[in-house]
Nanobody, 122 residues
Framework: VQLQASGGGLVQAGGSLKLSCRASGRTFIGYHMAWFRQAPGKEREFVASMIWRNRRTYYADSVKGRFTISRNNANYTLYLQMNNLKPDDTAVYYC????????????????WGQGTQVTVSS
């Protein structure tokens, strides 16, 4: 399984970015795919996730109403639309996948992408 994340960058507070995570190597129909982030000096934290099969979504309280997770089944790509970005959103964003049920715990995810940097200036 390979996950390739992209779309990060530098944006001013209040701006938007859309992250992409291209998945390959196996079918993901039954999988749970997620976005995590890690800021300098902090632990990796859950951002949002989606059950690939039925598109059920989960969000961290800190991003509800601002971030939207979605997917394109045709090209096995997971997205994270981030609106109204804040300086506290600055982090390296990772996509990850696991074959179980919902989890916000990084250690329960089997495969990880390489991360993409998001920097929000004030």
């Amino acid at each position: 399984v390979q996950l390739q994340a992209s779309g990060g960058g530098l944006v001013q507070a209040g701006g938007s970015l859309k992250l992409s995570c291209r998945a390959s190597g196996r079918t993901f129909i039954g999988y749970h795919m997620a976005w995590f982030r890690q800021a300098p000096g902090k632990e990796r934290e859950f951002v949002a996730s989606m059950i690939w099969r039925n598109r059920r979504t989960y969000y961290a309280d800190s991003v509800k109403g601002r971030f939207t997770i979605s997917r394109n089944n045709a090209n096995y790509t997971l997205y994270l639309q981030m609106n109204n970005l804040k300086p506290d959103d600055t982090a390296v964003y990772y996509c990850a996948t696991q074959g179980g049920t919902y989890s916000s715990t990084p250690s329960e995810y089997d495969y990880w992408g390489q991360g993409t940097q998001v920097t929000v200036s004030s």
